[in-house]
């Protein structure tokens, strides 16, 4: 999925350049590249220019375009020029275009397959049980786990998950650093899903907004409020850890 996902990230990304250079304001009109309703409409054609002189009928019968995303894009043909390489950059848009298409097709089926998987595992069930846990983050996080009997103590299982920030402090001056003995795919999952958690938890808001009151930056705060959820992991998995 990690896979598909960045893929999908340097097509859109590609996409957006080719689209500023051969057809200036397009991307004005319709914000984001990977809406479906843009792919669709780009990929419909086998020439970009004739995406100008589309009929409302023929636009209307793309799957997901209504009457207001059809208003947006008729904004745009009204408007609608194009670049001196737009005979060799329009079929590359729409390739890419059709490959995002089936790159989001296949992250959300992974997506779906995720969901079923973690809901066969005891981790992933206590991972996803926690509020703003999705079933993504919950089955990366419990995939780098492996098992729990593989980590003595609470503490080394906040440490593997780079929750558990080392004292750097030395003199007047006080602060931490982060073990490199971390899995960092797990940590990066941590990191997206705590950011949910603390959106959805107004007590773990009131954490965050303590300790960043307190002069920690973001990731740390986010860490202090990990190493928190950490151990309330290890208490609904039962695993009678030491702290």
């Given amino acids: 999925r990690k896979q598909l996902v960045g893929e999908k990230v ?6 957006q350049v080719d689209l500023q250079s051969v057809c200036p304001g397009f991307m004005d009109i319709v914000e984001r590249i990977d809406k479906l309703f843009v792919l669709r409409f780009l990929s419909s054609r086998n020439n970009l220019q004739q995406l100008s002189k589309m009929r409302e009928e023929s636009i209307l019968k793309i799957h997901g375009i209504g009457k207001s ?14 670049g001196p390489e737009i005979d060799w950059v329009g079929p590359m848009i729409i390739e890419d275009a059709k490959r995002l298409l089936e790159l ?7 997506g779906e397959q995720l969901k079923s998987i ?3 595992s005891a981790i992933g069930r206590a991972i996803s049980s926690v509020p703003g846990f999705g079933s993504i983050c919950a089955s990366e996080i419990a995939g780098e786990i492996g098992t729990i009997e593989r980590f003595a103590s609470e ?6 998950l780079g929750m558990a920030p080392l004292d750097n402090s030395s003199g007047l001056q006080q602060g931490t650093k ?10 990066a999952a941590m990191m997206v899903a705590i950011s949910h958690h603390k959106r959805t938890v107004e007590k773990s808001t009131i954490y965050y907004d303590k300790k960043r009151a307190e ?25 009678g850890m030491h702290n």
């Fill in 10 to 15: 340097r097509i859109a990304n590609r996409i």
């Fill in 69 to 82: 995303r059809l208003k947006i894009l008729k904004k745009w043909q009204d408007q609608a020029v194009w």
């Fill in 104 to 110: 989001i097709r296949q992250i959300d089926l992974i």
């Fill in 118 to 120: 973690v809901s066969l």
């Fill in 155 to 160: 503490r080394s299982l906040a440490m593997y």
């Fill in 178 to 187: 982060a073990p490199l003995q971390i899995n960092k795919r797990a940590r």
């Fill in 215 to 239: 002069g920690k930056r973001h990731n740390q705060a986010l860490r202090s409020l990990g190493r928190h959820l950490v151990r309330t992991l290890c208490e609904r998995w039962g695993s």
